[in-house]
């Protein structure tokens, strides 16, 4: 019996202290863009590790970090961060009437928050302050005269404890609507406010330049209105304060401001390959660091599924072209049509082996996997399914997408069956591992639950595996090159889809493809290119290669295969009974 | 604090309310013959088919007045307004979350300048129906059950606390988890009645409890109001200082009354309450009365309430 896999909460930044971040975390290659000194979007789905990103910028998470990079960054903070954290409670609590004004004594209440640790030597876990500022008693009532009446928080005692006293009693108020509207922060912009209160601050400390950045975590769960003062002040904000945010790939309301001209942005969905491998194998020398492992590296402790009684194409290319050859007649007319010679493939130059035979390989890799042939015609083997394109280093690091909560639970449950005499994890166990996450991950889309106000029938994992079945049927069919494995979101699909596609994007089971002219944040589905998540091709019978291909109109994919599909699945569906 | 009575069909109540809806159990007390002064059978959109229309006739060969949601509300708040002392009693078993949602907000705000005292009845389902209409596969939904219950705006970088009632829903639990990302759980898994019940939902949430700490599971009877009010009243009491407290129910409609009960009495820092339920459209499943009635009586007003 297999032992489950931890559950994905369990790595989920939102429970974990600073200290538990800071002591877990591997540093991205864009982590130093983001640290610097310009506002900073950072898009990406849950799991995606944006909540991780901002609390590494925390003061306690900064000081207790002990990474190889821990000096170089915490020297170029020199900022103080004021840590706004968002979430389903605080994103329905809000309502019309008073979602402005929650969020302006939220973000008082965290910048007090910010202010309280920099005022102490430690913080409470008893690591070094981070940019700490000494403060006299008669100063800190100065300042915090001047907020009790810039706040309109009257009878309030004039120290931070006082004003977060009177903080927490106002929100209290904004719950029971006991709050008269003429209060001065009811129409106050909450961004002006903060700004004032920074400058109060830096004032009676003698610090007059310098900076605060304020990390909003999952804007998308802000109401419209904090989006619009968000991007106002991104826009044409102030110099003493910096807004760092994370928010989801979709979201309707956050446009205006220009990429690297109002802000950096990253993306943490769609990374390059290389981007992807250098996290997924700094999180798997971590695992093993946690466990007191000896550091092996994944490309040697991921060893592939063995090539079952064929040559194998990573070292007998030609041997492994006529084998195919031999047994797929399609994939044969296909090399005829192209007039490519098996027994002359030295002749071809770099480009048109790149172009052709290089470029199949993968796919005929996986089609070996799934596939066999009766008369030269493929069928779908209900049996006896090789693994072989889903495991060792590359296809575990495609599959995982370098979403660190994915690459931990997927790590945490192979390193149970790790083993230490060849440091190793065998590829039975490399596919257990991704298979149940997999599985899990498909659970958690059958009940992640809509608001209630935007409920629709469409349901996330029927959409999903909709696509999967028909990616599946276009990759294993009559040999195509370039096989269909994306999507375009074209007019026909209807608003319960699109909808559906939006919370699935939020989950991370759909991947925007972008281009040049992509929106930084899409706020408009329709028009655009998608892929299913890769860790979602590995299911049984849903399987598809991990990487990109032709698009289909996604009204079309849902129609189901087209009518010539009939003749074909017969013959991949066929069983070898 | 709801105190447990036993139930007894031969006490005449001044306003007593039902629903007439798709469950067979849902006219149970009627068949029982129950007795009012005013007797309202309460329909709610989306609660038609199966043995809605049998229901339907016997509430009115019966003389019951069958009405909406909305109007049964407001009938009973001007009768609380004329008498305060009139006996209520309330049939939850088949109530929507929402509608019990309403009448504990009505008397809750009501119980604020005058002492109320509320019958809350709860006939439980026999375990096949209740086991398969706890099954339909539809995509889900979740949101407080009403503004009033949506709980006390406080700072986010307190951390969420989620307090589970488990019932026969395969994903309701883990779904509200990875929702709300709680930097805490607490489970409420079924004691007492039906061991089938019991059993089947703690097979159903296997995993889920085997990775909890123990300290944070409890186990509430679906046959005591008074007891499960008392234990989520307890955590709520403990832990609310530390935790933004959100009680997600699902399972038995007593669990969910017990959440609501709980929160109605914390005026400064009330938890929220949400239920998960389906989002779309389902065939309904008639659940029929396992055969008892769990009877407790609730006072609102004439206690101070709890910050």
Redesign the interface.
């Known amino acids: 019996m297999t032992q489950a896999s931890p559950p994905f909460d369990t790595f989920n930044a939102k429970r974990l202290t600073p200290i538990e971040v800071s002591r877990t975390f591997v540093m991205p290659s864009y982590f130093p863009s983001m640290v610097g000194k310009d506002h900073c979007y950072v898009v990406g789905p849950r799991g995606s590790g944006k909540t991780t990103l901002l609390k590494m910028l925390h003061g306690t998470s900064l000081m207790s970090w002990q990474g190889r990079e821990a000096d170089a960054v915490r020297g170029s903070v020199d900022y103080s961060t004021i840590f706004l954290p968002a979430d389903e409670l605080w994103a329905r609590q809000s309502s019309d009437t008073n979602s402005g004004l929650a969020f302006t004594v939220q973000i008082l209440y965290a910048f007090i928050e910010a202010i309280v640790y920099r005022t102490s030597l430690t913080d409470s876990y008893g690591y070094p302050t981070h940019l700490p500022v000494d403060i006299s008693h008669d100063l800190e009532v100065d300042f915090c005269t001047q907020c009790i009446s810039a706040w309109g928080v009257a009878d309030t005692n004039p120290s931070f404890q006082g004003l977060l006293g009177a903080l927490d009693l106002l929100l209290l108020k904004i719950s029971s609507q006991q709050l008269i509207d003429g209060h001065p922060l009811a129409g106050a912009d909450p961004m002006d406010l903060l700004s004032f209160s920074i400058r109060a601050f830096n004032r009676v400390t003698g610090q007059q330049s310098h900076q605060w950045a304020l990390l909003l975590d999952e804007m998308e769960l802000a109401p419209p209105d904090i989006h619009r003062a968000v991007v106002s002040y991104v826009r044409g904000g102030t110099a003493n304060l910096i807004i760092k945010i994370t928010i989801s790939p979709f979201d309707r309301y956050m446009h205006g401001a220009i990429p690297v001209h109002d802000f950096q942005l990253i993306h943490l969905s769609g990374q390059s390959y290389r981007e992807i491998k250098s996290l997924t194998s700094g999180l798997w020398a971590e695992s093993l660091r946690a466990r007191n492992y000896k550091q092996t590296a994944l490309e040697e402790a991921l060893p592939t599924y063995p090539s079952r009684g064929r040559p194998d194409y990573r070292t007998d290319q030609k041997g492994f072209l006529a084998y195919v050859i031999a047994r797929d007649h399609t994939f044969a007319s296909w090399l005829k049509g192209r007039r490519i010679e098996i027994d002359q493939l030295e002749k071809l130059s770099y480009n048109e082996k790149s172009a052709t035979i290089r470029k199949v390989m993968p796919l005929l890799v996986f089609r070996d996997a799934l596939l066999g042939y009766r008369d030269g015609k493929p069928f779908r083997r209900s049996r006896k399914k090789s693994y072989e394109p889903f495991t060792g280093p590359a296809p575990t690091t495609r599959a995982l997408e370098g979403n660190p909560r994915w690459i931990k639970v997927a790590f945490s449950h192979m390193l149970n069956y790790y083993d230490t005499s060849t440091n190793t994890v065998s590829p039975g166990f490399q596919i257990d591992a991704i298979a149940q996450l997999a599985n899990r991950f498909e659970s958690l889309l059958r009940v992640l639950p809509r608001r209630e106000s935007s409920a629709a029938e469409t349901s996330v994992v029927w959409l999903v595996n909709t696509i999967a079945e028909y990616m599946n049927w276009a990759n294993l069919g009559a040999f195509k090159a370039d096989p269909i494995n994306c999507f375009v979101v074209d007019p026909a699909v209807s608003d319960s889809v699109v909808d559906a596609l939006s919370l699935g994007l939020y989950a991370g089971a759909f991947v925007q493809v972008r281009h040049r002219r992509s929106d930084a944040i899409l706020s408009d589905i329709r028009g655009e290119r998608f892929r299913l998540a890769y860790l979602l091709g590995v299911r049984d019978r849903r399987e598809y290669p991990l990487r990109l291909g032709k698009d289909a109109a996604l009204s079309d994919i849902l129609k189901g295969p087209p009518a010539s599909r009939t003749v074909h699945q017969s013959l991949q569906l066929g069983l070898d009974l | 604090m709801p105190r447990d009575v036993i139930f007894d069909k031969s006490v005449v109540y001044d306003f007593f309310v039902a629903t007439c809806g798709y469950e067979r159990r849902s006219s149970y007390l009627c068949r029982l013959g129950v007795f009012g002064s005013t007797r309202m059978a309460v329909t709610y959109a989306g609660t038609r088919g199966a043995v809605y229309e049998e229901n339907l006739r016997l509430y009115s060969n019966s003389k019951w007045e069958i009405t909406d949601l909305d109007n049964t509300i407001a009938a009973l708040r001007t009768a609380i307004s004329v008498n305060a002392n009139y006996s209520i009693a309330i049939d939850v078993s088949s109530m929507p979350r929402y509608a019990i949602g309403r009448f504990v907000e009505l008397f809750a705000s009501t119980g604020s300048h005058t002492s109320l005292q509320v019958t809350f009845l709860y006939c439980p389902g026999d375990f096949t129906g209740s086991s398969l209409a706890a099954n339909i ?8 059950v009403s ?1 009033y219950f ?8 307190i ?2 606390g989620l307090i589970v009632g488990l019932g026969l829903e395969p ?2 639990a ?11 759980t607490w489970l409420f898994t079924p004691s007492q009645g039906d061991l089938r019940f019991v059993e089947k939902s703690l097979a159903m949430h296997h ?1 889920l409890l085997r ?1 909890s700490d123990p300290d944070d599971i409890f186990e509430y009877s679906v046959r005591s109001l008074a007891k499960a009010f008392s234990a989520l009243e307890s955590l709520c009491f403990s832990t609310g200082l530390h935790y ?1 407290l ?1 009680m997600a129910p699902s399972g038995p409609k007593l669990f969910s009354l017990a959440c609501m009960l709980v929160a109605s009495a914390r ?2 820092s ?1 938890p ?1 309450v949400w239920r ?1 339920g389906s ?3 389902f065939d309904p499943v008639s659940v029929d009365e396992a055969g008892d009635v769990s009877a407790s009586v609730v006072s609102f007003g004439g206690r101070s309430h709890r910050k």
């Open positions: 596969d539809e995509p889900m939904s979740a949101d407080a503004k949506a709980g006390t705006i406080r700072p986010p970088s951390p969420i994903y309701r883990a779904g509200i988890i990875e929702l709300l990302e709680p930097a805490r995993d990775l933004r959100i005026d400064a009330r929220a998960v989002s779309g459209r």
